[in-house]
C-alpha cells in the first residue's frame, strides 16, 4: 500500500470527486453513470437527449476502468429515461430510489 494513502486513509482525508466534463454524444453501447446508477444506452440518442442528460448529471464511463460498485438500470428504465414525454416523471423516480439505496446499510454511492 502506498504510505500516502495509507496516511489519507488514516486521517480520513478524502476529496469528493468532481463532475467530470461531459464530453462527446456517446454511441449505442456506452454505459453511463450518475452517481450510484448505471444504464446502457441500447439505441442511438440525438444531440438533445444527451445534452439533457448531461445537465441531470449522467455521465459516460468506461467500466473496464471503473472500480466503483453501480446499481443498474433496467432497460425499461432506460428507455422511459430517454423518452421526451416521460423523462422528467422517470428522473424524478430514479434519483428518489438513488436516495433510497443510500439508505440501506453498506451501501455508499461513489462521488
Known sequence: MNPIHALRKLFGIR????????GPKPPPGSNLARNGLHLRLKTPIDDEQWDWLCMMGWRRVDMRT???????????????LLDKERREATHASIVAWEQTLGDKEGYRAPS
Open 66 to 80: 471503473d472500480r466503483r460498485n453501480y446499481e443498474t438500470l433496467s432497460s425499461k428504465a432506460g428507455r422511459a
Open 15 to 22: 476529496r469528493r470527486r468532481q463532475l467530470p466534463p461531459a
